[in-house]
C-alpha cells in the first residue's frame, strides 16, 4: 500500500503533486493500492474546500487510487496508541510549560548548541504525576540505538540517538502532533514505501521510532525527493506563481504536460515526451538525482507546445472556445508563436473578435473589408487573393498589412495562405 497525505490548508504545491505522481506510478508498478490520506489534523490552518480542490486536481491529472481518508477521523486510535505508551513507560507526561521551553530554546540558541528536550519530566516519581493538576503533553522516549531506514534515492541512512530527542507525540489539548498521527496511520493503512519530499527526513526517525515503541515490526522503506529550486537556485516557495498546480493550469498548461515535467526534472527517461501510462513502463525511484532540481519555464514550455501538438484537432479547438476540427488545425499553425492553451486562445480570440484600429491603414483596411464582405467564397487562397486585390485595386504593403490585419488581428504571425485554409469557412463572421 502507498500513500500519497496533502493538508488541505492552501493551493496544491508541484512539489506535492510530483509525489502524487511518484506514488501513482510506482502503485501500478508495484500492483499495490494507492491511498489518499487528507491531513486535516491542523483545524487553524485548514481550509474549507481545499480537500475537494485536491481531489478534483487528482482526478483531472490521472491520479488514481483506491480509497480517501481523513486523518482527524483516527484520533481515536492515536488517543488509545499514546495511552499503550504511557502504559508501557515508552512514553511519559510532560508538565514542562511552553515559556520555559522557549526560554530553553533560548538558551540553546545562545549557546549556538542545538536544542534537545532535557528529559526534566522523564522520570518523574508516579505520585507527582497522578496528583499533578497541570495541563501536560505526552512525550515519547527519545531511541537508545542507532535508527537505519533504507531510501531508495538516497540510500540507506542512519540516524544516531543524539539525532532525537524525547519529542511531544500529544498536545496539551490531547490532538496527537504531525509525527505521531503520520506514524500511527501508516501503521494502520499497511503502508509499504512512503514516497515525499526531502523537507519530511527529520521527520523519519521520529515515525520510526513511534512505531518501533508501538511494537510494528514491519520496516517501511523510503523515497525522499530532493526539492524543486526556483530561477534563483532557491526552494520554490509559494511566492512563486510556477509553484501553483492551480496557477499553471490556468496558464494554460496542460495536464499531460506538468506531469511529462515533473517526472522528466532530476530524471534520465528514455525520451523527452512521454505520457504518465508510458512513464510506468520505465519510471524506477532509484535512477533520480540525488540533488536539487531546477524549475525551468522555458522547458515546461517547450514540453507543453509538444503535447499541444499531439491533441486531436477537435480537443484542440476546444481549448481556445471552439469544438471545429479546422479551428484545431488553425490553432496547430499557431503553435509556432504560442506554447500555452492561453496564448492560443488569445490568438484565435484576435482573429475572431474586434480588431483593433490601425491609423497607418484605416482607408486600405476599410476598402478591403468592403470588397472582402461582397466577395464570393474561395476554395483557394490564390483567388481569393487576387480577387480582393482587382477589385480594391490595392497592392504590395498596402495591400498584405490590411489583409493580414483583417483576417488575424496582428501585423505579425503565420503565412496568411496557411491561415486561409483553415478560415475560408468563416471569413464573412471574421470581416463583419
Known sequence: MLRFAPSPTGDMHIGNLRVALFNYIVSKQKKEDLIVRIEDTDKERNIEGKDKEILAILDLFG????????????FRFHAAMALQLLHEKKAFSCFCSPD???????????????YRYD????????????????????????????????????????FEPNDVDSFI?????????????????????????????????TNTPKQDLIRTSLNYEKKIEYAHLPIILNDDGKKMSKRDDASSVKWLLEEGFLPSAISNYLVLMGNKPPKEIFT????????????????????DMTMLRHINNEHLKLLENKELSRYVGFADEEIGKLAKVYLEEASTTKELRAKIEAIFGEKATSEEFQKEINTMRAVIKAAPYFDAYDDFKNHIMKESGLK???????LRLILTGAEHGPDVAEVYKYLKNYIGEIVK
Open 396 to 402: 504590395g504593403k498596402l495591400f498584405f498589412k490590411p
Open 169 to 201: 507525540i500529544m498536545r496539551q489539548d490531547k490532538t496527537p502532533t504531525y509525527n505521531f498521527a503520520c506514524a500511527v496511520d501508516d501503521m494502520l493503512s499497511d503502508i509499504s514505501l512512503v514516497i515525499r519530499g526531502e523537507d519530511h527526513m
Open 119 to 158: 528529559d526534566a519530566c522523564a522520570n518523574l516519581p508516579a505520585e507527582l504525576v497522578i496528583d499533578n493538576m497541570n495541563p501536560f503533553t505526552i512525550r515519547i522516549k527519545k531511541p537508545e540505538s542507532t535508527i537505519m531506514i533504507h531510501d531508495h534515492i538516497k540510500g540507506d541512512v542512519t
Open 276 to 295: 504518465l501510462s508510458e512513464a510506468i513502463e520505465w519510471f524506477s525511484l532509484e535512477t533520480i538525482s540525488k540533488s536539487p532540481a531546477r524549475f
Open 100 to 114: 520555559w521551553l522557549e526560554k530553553k530554546r533560548e538558551e540553546s540558541k545562545a549557546n549556538k548548541k542545538a
Open 63 to 74: 491520479i488514481e487510487y483506491s480509497q480517501v481518508l481523513y486523518q482527524s477521523e483516527n
